[in-house]
Each structure stands twice: as C-alpha cells, then as structure tokens.
C-alpha cells in the first residue's frame, strides 16, 4: 500500500583547497502529499579565491607614450547564505498553484589586494607606485513568484509573476605611496538598489494539426545608483533608471509525419527614462518598439535528426554598464559605466544535424551596434578609460562537432568547437586587425568502472583567438574526478582535482582606441574538492513556476 504523504531530503557537502580552503553546504526537505507539495532549501558558501595578476599598459598621446607595468596580488574572502521555499498544490490532474521566496545574500565579504607599479614615460623610469586597496562588497536580494498552470477545456494557460529586488553596494579604499610621484588616497564607495515587477501569461490553443501559443510578458523595472568619491578624483553621481517593458509574442508549431514546423514573432515596447542628479537626460533616454521574427524546421527518421533555426532577438546592457559613474583603477587607468548605450541586435543562422552519439551544427551571427569592452583615452587627460561601447556591426561563424558513443567501460564525451569573428577593429580605432579564429576542444573521458563507480580524465584547451578588441592566448587544463555510490545512490561520494598542472590563466591583450592593455593572471585554480551527497526518497519536484521577466532580471 502506498503511503499518503512522504518526506524527500537532501544533505550535501563539499570541501575545496586550493591555497585556502572553501566550503558548501545544503540541507534540503520536501513534504509531499496526493495533492500537496512544500520544499525548503537552505545552503551556505564560503569561498576564498585570489589571483596573481600582471598588467602592461600603454597609453599612446601624441607627444606622449606612458608605459605602466603593474603587478598585482589579492585574495578575496566571501560568505553567501540562501534560503529558498517554494509550495504547490494540485487542485485536480490538470490545474496547479503554487509560489516561492529565496533570499540570496552576502554575510560577509572582504578583498584585500598589494601591486607594485613602475612607470615610463617615452622609455625613460618615472618612478614606481606602491597600491594597496581593501575592498569590502555587500549583496542581498529578495525574490517572490506566484503561478497557475493548467487547462479549461483544450486550451492551457500559464501564468507566472516575480517580484525582485536586489541591494548591491561596495567600499574601497587605495593607498598609494611613491616617492618619486607622489602619495594619494582614494576612498569610494558606490551602491545600487533595484526592484523589479513581472508578469507572463502564456495561452495555447490546439489549431489544425499543431498548437498555437499566445502570450504577454510585461515587466516594470526601477534602478538607483550612487557613486561616491571622497577626494573628488572622480566626480560622485547619482543615476536613475526607470524601464517599462511591454511584450506581446505568438507562437505556432505544427507536426506533419517526419516534420516539425514553428514559426513565430515577438514585439516587444520599451521605455527608458534616465535621470542624473535627479534630472531627467533625454538625449540618454530612450523608447523602442521591435519584431522578432523566428523560425525553426525539424525532420526525424530514426536515428537521424536535421534542424534549421532562424532568429532575431535583442540584447540590452545590463544596469551597471549604463551607471553614469568612473571608477579609480589606478593613475593610468579608469573604468565606469556609459549612458548611452544602445542593445544590440542579433540575427542568427543555425543547422544541426544528430545522428545517434554524434551531433554537427553550424551557424552565422549578425550583430548590429554591438556592444564591446575597450579602452579610450579620456578626452582632455592622460590616463585610459575602459568602458562597453556600441560598433556598427560584427559577424560571427561557429561550428561544433560533439560525440559521445559508448565503448565498453569508456564513456567519453568529446566536443570540438570553431568560433571566428568578422569586426573591422582598425576602423574602429584599434592599432591592430584582429580575427583569428577559435579552436577548442572539450574531452571528457569518462570510465564507467561499475555501476556504483566512475572515473573521469577532462582536458579542456582552446587555441590563440580574437575576441572584440581582445587577443587572447592560448589555454589548457587537465582534470581529474572519481565517484563512487553507496545504498541504491543514497550515499555519492566525489573527489575531483582541477587544473592539475596550473595551467587555466587568463592572458589577454586589449587593443584600444588609443591605449592597451596586457594581462597575464593566475585565479589558484588548481584545487581538490571532495563531495559527500545524501539523498533520502529522491524524487522530482511538482514546483511547476518559471518565473517571469528572467531576461530583465539577469541585467540587474
């Protein structure tokens, strides 16, 4: 006889060294019933990471050429707790509600970081800059959703609400000492608090031999940043940001034997308001109404599977590259957000084809005003200044080929990509034409040593490739990891190395408008971590919410 009710639980603990030690735990609980559904998960982080980094930068007036060779060391400490609850109740086989709340937060969080700069002016030693910074963040956000999924007669509906908010804000404080250059301190501190509202509805209909889906999406979204500067080295400013999204979209897919068809359109009306200071900045504000087309054909016979897709959608700047604020770097080099940047468009272009383990895709991308990370030199001064602008247009082509057969115990997993952009940076401003193509490659060799055991070798590694105004080096890592279950997977237990031979750097060199920059920096991301999972009644959650306004949500 099956039981009316039962308890579902999950503990689970992860310990992780790499010069310092991190930790993770979760304890889980789900209370379920015929109808009734109540889960509450709890879990806290700490991490200790750091990075040894070494940047070059150049900044090219034209009397002038600053070099300025910095090396810098820091560790950051942080501790993040969340809590998250969510309930479903069935009112019968078709229709359901339910909501959630999770708490994401910050309990405490320091970075501490010491650099050492020497500085040359037309090849000649200025002088060298000790930099000493403490940094200290704060995070918390709140996040409520409400939802209905079901069916009156034929027709289904979906409807989803969230409400968000999130309190992000920062201190630093810099000490520079030189005795050639000067002493300086810098204290700032800028913080951003922001709301949003959401809500989705979704409608299908059964139409001739496919199913029609007709929807909204409507999201309300209100932003405040301040940002602060004591010394007035660089100017204190206060943004607001007010942004109304309305969005209608329907969608249609239709199966004929061996074929899949959907074809649909979205439109979506956009309108910002910006204030600075409290005073609205109409040449910075901005309305928008768009159509976003998409289509999608699929064939299937037996093991084969072919699929074209085309689309258009739209990426917008997240809250913070909007900020109307500049941040001290150092003497040479600043960074902050920019109004008055535009989304950009995406058209997309993609085949693929599936045959049993093996997979083959390729696509084309055109973005229109995309939205790149360089450097400028600062009107009127001598120091650069790092900030997104929006480009004409870039195009990319891609390409995959992905297996995965099954060979007695060897279970690999293999992945061989191709990314190349076409972005005429020398028109841009860049000293430098950049477009050498990506080749990476993901091997996951997985050994199914029994059926309570695995092992797994990976190397991950990727060739020399341009990336916007980046030219990026190459990169590999090796990876190791062993599981092993107890008690019908009750009981999983895994010990993982990562990046054994301390080769994941990240090593770059910007080539922008009038200044550069290299980097060359270690994250300690060689590590061990063991893992030890409980699971007790394991069973998937009825929780049938999606949320609504992810997109918006992802940009605060």
């Known amino acids: 006889m099956a039981f009316p009710f039962r308890w579902l639980y999950t ?20 209370y379920q019933t015929k109808k009734f559904e109540i889960a509450n998960s709890l879990w806290m982080r700490g991490y200790h990471i750091g990075e040894d980094n070494h940047l070059n930068t150049d900044i090219n007036l034209p009397d002038k050429h600053y070099h300025n060779d910095q090396h810098i060391h820091s560790d950051t400490n942080n501790r993040f707790l969340s809590e998250y609850l969510s309930a479903d109740y069935s009112l019968n086989d078709s229709n359901s509600i339910g909501g959630s709340y999770r708490y994401y937060g910050m309990l405490n ?45 034929q027709v289904g509906i979906d409807f989803n609400a969230t409400y968000y908010t999130v309190n992000n804000r920062r201190s630093d404080m810099i000490i520079e000492n030189s005795k050639e250059l000067g002493n300086q301190e810098v204290h700032s501190s800028n913080r951003q608090n922001s709301d949003m509202w959401a809500g989705k509805l979704v409608v299908n209909i059964p139409l001739w031999k496919g199913n029609m889906s007709v929807g909204t999406e409507l ?55 910006y204030f600075s200071g409290g005073v609205k900045q109409d040449d910075v504000s901005r309305r928008y109404s768009n159509f976003f087309p998409n289509l999608s054909i699929s064939w299937n016979k037996g093991n084969w599977n072919w699929q074209l897709n085309v689309n258009e959608k ?23 957000g920019n109004p008055t940047l535009q989304p950009e468009k995406v058209f997309n272009v993609e085949a693929m084809m599936t045959y049993k383990w093996l997979n083959v895709s390729a696509g084309y991308k055109y973005l229109k005003d995309v939205i790149e990370w360089t450097k400028y030199i600062y009107p009127g001064k001598e120091f650069a200044y790092s900030t997104s602008l929006n480009f004409d247009h870039k195009q990319l082509l891609y390409a995959s080929v992905n297996v995965s057969p099954k060979l007695g115990i060897f279970r690999p997993t293999w992945g061989f990509n191709y990314n190349q ?4 940076t020398r028109k841009y401003g860049a000293s430098k034409a950049l477009s050498r193509p990506l080749l990476s490659c993901s091997l996951n060799n997985n050994f199914a040593l029994s059926e309570t055991m695995n092992a797994a070798i990976s190397l991950n590694a990727a060739t020399p490739n341009a990336d916007g105004f980046l030219m990026r080096k190459s990169n590999y890592s090796v990876d190791l990891r062993f599981d092993k279950s107890f008690a019908n997977r009750t009981w999983i237990i895994y010990l993982s190395a990562n990046d054994i031979f301390k080769t994941t750097k990240e090593r770059w060199t910007m080539y922008g408008l009038g200044a550069g920059t290299t980097k060359d920096c270690y994250y300690y991301t060689r590590s ?4 030890v999972t409980y699971n007790f009644n394991a069973k998937r959650s009825k929780y049938k919410g999606t949320g609504a306004g992810n997109e918006e949500k992802s940009r605060l």
Request: negative net charge; proline residues 2%; charged residues 20%.
């Open 11 to 30: 503990l689970e603990v992860i310990g992780k060294y790499n010069k310092w030690m991190s930790d993770y735990e979760l304890v889980s609980a789900r």
């Open 109 to 153: 969080g320091r970075t501490n970081s010491a650099s050492q700069q020497d500085v040359f002016l037309n090849g000649v030693a200025q002088g060298s800059i000790g930099q000493n910074e403490v940094g200290k963040p704060h995070l918390g956000s709140h996040e409520a959703e409400i939802y209905y999924v079901g069916k009156i007669g």
């Open 219 to 273: 999201s309300k979204t209100d932003s405040h940043g301040t940002f602060l500067n004591e010394e007035q080295l660089v100017p204190s400013t206060e943004t607001d940001i007010h942004e109304r999204n309305v969005a209608g979209f329907v969608q249609y897919g239709l199966s004929l034997s061996k074929w899949n068809i959907g074809l649909g359109v979205r439109f979506e009306n956009i309108i910002r308001d």
């Open 314 to 336: 739209i990426s917008r700047p997240s809250y913070r590259q909007l900020g109307n604020f500049m941040q001290f770097d150092n003497r040479f080099l600043y960074e902050g």
């Open 421 to 424: 952009q076409f972005f005429d």
């Open 528 to 531: 061990i971590s063991l893992q």
